[in-house]
Structures are given as structure tokens and as C-alpha cells.
């Protein structure tokens, strides 16, 4: 079977999609037609069963980093072609531009006519991979320049006398160390060849080897192969070691005192995240497309990757991205609804410990799912009807819907945690879990709504109470006109649910003492839509018209409503023993002198809003924290948790990435933007920019010879990820 695909006005990056996904689909032979200048064409792919043909001109980086397929040009190709390819077939009827082959590690590569400026450039040999390009006629200056490795034939299929290879002086093969090129029927001048190059005469063996790549090239274009084979062939070859060396090799001293060492370094977006979720190593591995270990990594540092992170978090993340200081932040909120996660969470074997955990909110859910993979027996008791907590009871169906908040809450229990609901616990339930269970993690939150100390305050409405009861969709009676007081997301929610109950967005204004801590993008939403917010405003005095409050002036206003406090709520923890009572502080929460959640009962942990009120990935943190320490004490190990250094953006080259504009980047295409800061991405320049092949990788780890290294940093200096950096030897 032949897939056609017509190419015309197709974005590169979208034709580029368009291919992987009908290779993975099991796509093998693709007719493209008017190709107009789209890049990249075959990038990423790695059967060696696919054929693309392509009709037109295909952009600049054809074949870039491919591994396997083959590429059939029926027409001229521009730029760049097969830099870094791996493995596979290009094949060129026509012309071929500049820079072809730069940094090839393998394949084929046949031109059938001439070819430009700078072509061979550090192609290299890499383990069994041996690349080899042929040209059919003439190409320009540089070529085979610092090449170290693979053949490159130039063919002067058509006999030319001058200009073969160029004509400037000592440009041919310049800084050669590895590989042989092969110049058919031409006397190359002797001030052609460049410095560390040296001129000879085919061998036999040599011989053999090129004639089956002649013999390719000629099957491809449909040319007789015997008159081309019966010619002279001149012969370059590397003349000793690298030709540079001494530029490379300081006379003083014999090294600088310093050596290179790779670090595992914390990326911005990884920083700014409170659950640590490090979105770089998940980019880097749907790059790779390894798509299950991508989500596998998430699961190791929420359950709530899905509801959360794609709905309700800010997005701290983005704040931090280093991206954001070339055009725009990576769209970690769009991805995470990009990567739908059903895989099966893995998790130990049962370890016969039983923990139990009071609440069902974000915080108790994730202490639970974490401590369920550990292999404990864990029980969870919630009042409510419904696991959730307030992400479920008080957020909005629009920010967060329930079939999304479902999914995540589904494969916790998928885990075997099971949740009692409608099981509220008292001090009596408390000490008979205390004494069923190896531990308790107290979850309750904070669901007593605070009500501002004024005149009146017995006329405001929780909206905590307001929200739930919004939720659970009992009638609600409300004035025509609603103050609100308070200006966070969870305001926003609340306006949302007065809307849907008639109150009109210009009969709702909201109070705040300083800016609104919403979001800004629902913030200007509601502020388009009508809603007033007044701030710096301080609420002075309740009544059944309104409120009166003063503004930083201290100049008293009255607005007219109904009012509905969002201030902040606080825990219930009066059925804790009497001795951990005593730690809550004046406000009633629980904020340990340290990080380990634990009272001064051992046996009993408070984590989530009950420590203080805070975003839900806050809780999501705590919760995973709590968890990890616990499962070290219970288990009589201890707890070392990993601690990383933060990169700096010094560290970065934020001016080697091009700005690219937002509507011309699919969301699937967000890992070729991403930075990848602070870790490898083993795209090995730091191994091509050693002047002494210090450097060596196998698989994923590296090693330096140190009696090869001098310490000149150029590795650091090259190092996309910033995780090289020169230190004392």
C-alpha cells in the first residue's frame, strides 16, 4: 500500500506530525507531493522499512538525525541535508546545496549532480555506523573539511578540468584526521589540498569498497557504472594525527589546573514547580519517544498529573521556564492535557504495614497513592460522600470537570486504597485507627470558613459553604446584587457559580485589601464581562443593604449586596489528642518547627491545609514528602532526600535558540523547544569540541581520560544543558 500526501501550504512542522504519525500507524511507503521548502522531512524517524518520495523541493535539514528510512527526492534539495543522520538512504535527482553531511554518522547519501560549498564537514564514524555520500559531478570549496571519518566520492561524471573541488587555496580537506574521499578523472592542483591532508593513489582494497557504492549511485540514477570505475581516482586521506593539535596542546602548562565535571543540576521550571516535577526530563523523554517512561517519571511525583497540573495548578512552572527568556514559556498546562496517563501505576509488593489516612482531599489522596506503591495497606476516611476534598466540593466544573477529576481519583483506588466515605472521625474512631494502624496522616484541610471580625459579620455568608453547596446543587437564595469579599481563585470560582445562578456580572463587585491574588487572565475575563473589583479596600461594617469600607485613604464607600466572604478558612482538629493540640498555633493549625510532619505523637502526621492554606500542588508536595519520610521510618532506613543545586541562567545559552512565534508551534512540538536546563540531553558536542578526545560516552554516562584532559572547558562551554562545569582537580 501507497500513502499520498499533497503537501502544498502545509507548515513544515505539521507535515513533519503528519509522517510520524502514519509511520507509527504502519505507513511504509509515502508519496509527498509539492513540497515547497518544508524542513526537516524525515527527522526522528527510525525504520529502515520506510520509503518517503518526494516531489518538489524539500527545505533545508532533510533528513536531519534520521535512522534508518530512505528519502528519494525527485527534484533539487537545498542545505543541509543529512546533518547528523544516523543511518538510512537519501537520494537527490538533482542538485544538492550547501553544508551537506555536516557531522554524518552514518546512511548514504547519493547526489546526482553538483553539489555546493562545505560538504563532509566532520563526518565521523560512530561504532558500526560508517557514513558515505557520492557525488555525481562537481562539488564546491571545503569539502571533507575536518572530517573524521566515512568516504566521500566525487564522481566528475561529466569529465570537467576545472574547479572539481572548488578552487581556493588550501581549502580541500582541511584539518582531515579520519575517513578517505575519492576524486574521479581530476588532477586536484597542489595548492588545493588543505593543511593535515594528503594526496594518493587509489589502492585495490580501496578499490573494492568504492565500487559498490559507484555501482548504488548508478542504480539509483540509471547510469552504466564500468566507464566511471575504468577512470583515475585520486585518493585524501588524513596525513598524520589531528592537524591542530598544537593550537589545541598549550605549551604552558601542561593542563590548567581544572577538570570537567558533569552535575545533575535542578532546571528552573523543576524549581519553581512546589512539587518538584521535573518537566525538562519529561520533554526530553517524549523527545526521545519514550512516551511510557515520560508518564512513568510524572507518576513518581503525582497523582493528580492529569486534574491538576492540566487544570487548576497557576503553572509556577511556566514563571521560571528559561524559555520564557527567548520567546515564550514551554506550555507545561497544554501538555499535560496533551499526555493523557492510563498506564498501570507500578507499586512494590504488600509489606504488611497498615497506614491510615483521615481526609480525602489532594494531600491525604497523595499520601495514600504513594504509600500504597511502598506496599501498604492503607484506609482512607472522608466525611463527605465523595472522595476529593475541596477540588471536588468548591472548584468550579469549568476549571477542573469531574470526569477529569475522576480519572486521577480512579487510579488511586486502582492501587487498592480504599476510601470510606460519609465517615466522619471523632476522638473515639481516632484512637481505634490509632491502634489498627502502624501510622495516621491527619488530611482533614481547613473547612471552617474565616469570617472577618466586623459589625455585622453574622450577615456574611463562608464561601467555602456557599461553593459546596453550589456543587452539590441545592437551591440557593441571593440578592440581586452580590459584594464579594476577596479576590483569590477561589473568588473566581464563586463569581463563576453567581453567574450561573442569574446574578448578573455587573451586580457583582468584589472587594480585595491589595490586588486580587487570582489569576490574571480570569481576573481580566470577569472584569470584561462586567464584574467590579475595588482594592485597596478594607471592610469595616456589615449591613442587610451592603458593606461600608474605607479605602487606603482611609475615605469611607458603601456597596450595595448581598455578602460573600473568600477569604481563607481554617482546620477543625478538635478531636487530635490534647497534647497536639497544644502545637496548633493561635489560628489552629499545625506548623512544625521542621519537615517531618510528624507530632508529638509518633504515630500521628499532619499534612495539607491543616499545616496552612495553600495552593493544591503545595499540598501535593507536603502530602508526597510526608509519605516518602515515612515509609523510610517504618521501614528503618533513613531519609535522605535528594538535593539539587538550582542552574543558573548564566550557565545557559539562551542566545543560541531563535524566538519562534506561539501559532506556528503545535503544542506536540514543545520539547524541540524546551531548553532541556540542567541535564543532559546526550547530544554529544562537548565529545566533538575536545581537542584531545578527552571525553568519551557509552550509553548514558561519560568519562574524561585525565591524562588526555587538559581542563580548557571547552566541553563546559558547549554544553547545551549547562551541566558541565570545570573544577579543581
Known amino acids: 500500500m501507497t500513502l499520498t500526501i499533497d503537501a502544498k501550504n502545509i507548515y513544515y512542522q505539521q507535515l513533519n506530525e503528519i509522517l510520524r504519525k502514519e509511520v507509527e500507524a504502519g505507513e511504509r511507503h509515502i508519496i509527498i507531493n509539492n513540497v515547497r521548502g518544508q524542513r526537516y522531512i524525515g527527522t526522528g524517524l527510525t525504520r ?40 538510512g538512504t537519501v537520494v537527490i535527482h538533482g542538485l544538492g546545496g550547501d553544508a551537506l553531511a555536516y557531522g554524518m554518522r552514518g546512511g548514504k547519501l547519493f547526489i546526482r549532480d553538483k553539489v555546493g560549498y562545505r560538504v563532509g564537514i566532520h563526518m565521523k564514524e560512530y561504532k558500526e555506523y560508517k557514513p558515505a555520500v557520492v557525488v555525481g559531478t562537481t562539488s564546491g570549496d571545503f569539502l571533507g573539511e575536518y572530517m573524521a571519518g566515512g568516504t566521500l566520492i566525487v564522481l566528475n561524471r561529466e569529465n570537467d578540468t576545472e574547479s572539481v573541488v572548488g578552487q581556493a587555496d588550501k581549502t580541500l580537506a582541511t584539518g582531515i584526521h579520519g575517513g578517505e574521499i575519492f576524486i574521479f578523472n581530476y588532477e586536484v592542483p597542489s595548492y588545493m589540498p588543505g593543511i593535515g591532508s594528503k594526496l594518493t593513489s587509489a589502492t585495490k582494497k580501496d578499490l573494492a569498497h568504492i565500487k559498490a557504492l559507484v555501482e548504488e549511485y548508478c542504480s539509483h540514477f540509471g547510469f552504466d557504472p564500468a566507464p566511471l570505475l575504468q577512470r583515475d581516482i585520486v585518493k585524501i586521506m588524513p596525513a598524520g594525527s589531528r592537524p591542530f593539535s598544537k593550537f589545541y596542546y598549550p605549551s604552558y602548562p601542561v593542563h590548567t589546573g581544572l577538570k570537567p565535571e558533569q552535575v545533575d543540576l535542578k532546571s528552573p521550571c523543576e524549581a519553581a514547580c ?4 521535573p518537566t525538562g526530563r519529561f520533554l526530553r523523554h517524549i ?170 459579620k453574622e450577615l456574611i455568608t463562608g464561601g467555602l459553604n ?57 481576573r481580566r475575563k470577569w472584569e470584561q464581562a462586567g464584574v467590579n473589583f475595588r482594592y485597596p479596600y478594607f471592610l469595616q461594617e456589615v449591613t442587610q443593604e451592603g458593606v461600608r469600607a474605607n479605602n487606603s485613604a482611609g475615605q469611607p464607600h458603601f456597596f450595595s449586596g448581598q455578602t460573600i466572604a473568600f477569604i481563607n478558612e481554617r482546620p477543625e482538629l478538635g478531636y487530635l489528642p490534647e497534647e497536639i493540640q497544644k502545637q496548633l498555633d493561635r489560628r489552629g493549625f499545625f506548623n512544625p518547627d521542621d519537615l517531618t510532619f510528624t507530632t508529638v505523637n509518633p504515630k500521628i502526621s499532619i499534612i495539607g491545609d491543616a499545616t496552612g492554606a495553600g495552593l493544591v500542588t503545595n499540598n501535593i ?103 558541565i562545569r570545570m573544577v579543581p582537580r
Not at 492540566?310 to 521556564?321: K, R
Request: proline fraction near 6%.
Open 621 to 723: 508536595a507536603k502530602a508526597r514528602n510526608c509519605a516518602l519520610q515515612l515509609n523510610a521510618k517504618l521501614q528503618g532506613q533513613p531519609y535522605n532526600p535528594v538535593v539539587k543545586e538550582t542552574i543558573k541562567l548564566a550557565d545557559l545559552h539562551l542566545d543560541w535558540n531563535k524566538p519562534l512565534s506561539a501559532d506556528k508551534i503545535p503544542v506536540q512540538e514543545e520539547h524541540q523547544r524546551c531548553l532541556h536546563c540542567g541535564f543532559c540531553v546526550q547530544c554529544d558536542d562537548c565529545i566533538e569540541i575536545c581537542p584531545r578526545d578527552a571525553r568519551t560516552r557509552n550509553g548514558e554516562e561519560f568519562t574524561v581520560d585525565l591524562s588526555l584532559c587538559g581542563g580548557c572547558g571547552s566541553c563546559a562551554a558547549a554544553c547545551k544543558g549547562g551541566v
Open 287 to 456: 523527545r526521545l519517544g519514550e512516551n511510557k517512561k515520560a508518564l512513568a517519571l510524572i507518576d513518581d511525583y503525582t497523582p493528580f498529573r492529569y486534574s491538576n497540573c492540566g487544570f487548576i495548578c497557576p503553572h509556577l512552572c511556566m514563571d521560571g521556564c528559561s524559555r520564557g527568556k527567548v520567546d515564550f514559556p514551554v506550555r507545561t498546562a497544554e501538555l499535560a492535557l496533551e499526555y493523557r496517563s492510563e498506564q498501570e501505576v507500578q507499586k512494590l509488593p504488600a509489606n504488611g504495614k497498615k497506614v491510615a489516612v483521615i481526609g480525602a482531599g489532594p494531600a491525604g489522596l497523595t499520601a495514600a497513592y504513594f504509600l500504597a506503591r511502598y506496599g501498604y495497606e492503607i484506609n482512607v476516611y472522608e466525611a463527605d460522600n465523595h472522595p476529593g476534598g475541596k477540588v471536588y466540593q468548591a472548584v468550579s466544573r469549568r476549571r477542573l470537570p469531574l470526569e477529569d477529576l475522576n480519572q486521577d481519583l480512579e487510579r488511586i483506588i486502582g492501587l487498592g486504597v480504599s476510601i470510606h466515605t460519609n465517615t466522619r472521625v471523632d476522638s473515639k474512631r481516632l484512637a481505634e485507627i490509632l491502634d489498627n494502624n502502624d501510622h495516621v496522616i491527619v488530611a482533614t484541610g481547613a473547612h471552617s470558613p474565616v469570617i472577618p471580625p466586623v459589625k455585622g
Open 48 to 87: 529502515k522499512d520506510v520509503v518517503l518520495e518526494i516531489n518538489g523541493v524539500p527545505g533545508e535539514d532533510l533528513a536531519f538525525c534520521m535512522g534508518g528510512p530512505t528519502i528519494i527526492v525527485h527534484g533539487h534539495g537545498q542545505n543541509a541535508i543529512a546533518n547528523t543522520m544516523d543511518s
Open 466 to 522: 456557599f461553593l459546596k453547596a453550589f456543587n452539590r446543587g441545592e437551591k440557593i437564595s441571593l440578592a440581586p446584587e452580590i459584594v464579594v469579599i476577596g479576590g483569590g481563585d477561589v473568588a473566581m470560582d464563586g463569581i463563576e457559580a453567581l453567574v450561573e445562578l442569574g446574578i448578573c456580572p455587573e451586580n457583582i463587585t468584589v472587594i480585595d485589601i491589595q490586588t486580587p491574588a487570582a489569576n490574571e487572565l480570569e
Open 274 to 277: 512546589p512539587t518538584g516535577i
